[in-house]
């Protein structure tokens, strides 16, 4: 009697654990019409990313990301150059692991590596629209680059 007191005991405390482990991770991004619109746009845009203070420059092809970046996420200035810097090196160290790894994520996808120092100070504006260029990456392509969800 007593062993199955503590087995159903234990599975119960098991049960609890697995449950609590689980509660409060957020699995799937939750995407509003308006980017589901955007997303769904095909044709191609050009968004060059250039600090007029420095010779640095992204060029990003990617349908629907010059509308998303003027419509969706935050303004510029709600970030601080920091934070973005902090969470772009992080975002480009992952990016730059899968496009070392073709037979394991998407070539078509990751193209290329991006060449991202942290110790070059880019200027803010390339470091916002870089960061929210992940941010939109990763809600379009349901990707996930690091440890937290991409959210605007």
């Known amino acids: 009697m007593k062993r199955v007191f503590l087995k159903s005991g234990l599975l119960a405390l098991l049960l609890v654990l697995i449950y609590a482990c689980g509660a409060?991770?957020?699995t799937a991004i939750e995407l509003s019409e308006a980017e589901k619109e955007i997303f769904n746009y095909m044709e191609n845009d050009t968004?060059?990313?250039?600090?007029?203070?420095?010779?640095?420059e992204i060029i990003i092809i990617d349908p629907g990301f010059n509308q998303w970046?003027?419509?969706i996420p935050k303004?510029?200035?709600?970030y601080s150059q920091?934070?973005?810097?902090?969470r772009n090196q992080i975002l480009v160290t992952n990016w730059n692991l899968r496009a070392t790894q073709p037979f394991n994520f998407d070539p078509d996808l990751y193209l290329m590596q991006i060449d991202y120092d942290s110790q070059i100070d880019y200027?803010?504006?390339?470091?916002?629209?870089l960061y929210f260029?992940?941010?939109?990456f990763q809600r379009r392509y349901n990707q996930r680059l690091g440890p937290w969800l991409p959210r605007i």
């Open 24 to 26: 409060g991770k957020e």
């Open 47 to 56: 968004v060059t990313i250039a600090d007029e203070d420095s010779e640095y």
């Open 69 to 71: 970046l003027r419509t």
């Open 75 to 78: 303004p510029e200035g709600y």
């Open 82 to 86: 920091n934070y973005l810097e902090n």
């Open 123 to 129: 200027g803010y504006e390339v470091n916002y629209k």
């Open 133 to 136: 260029y992940f941010v939109y």
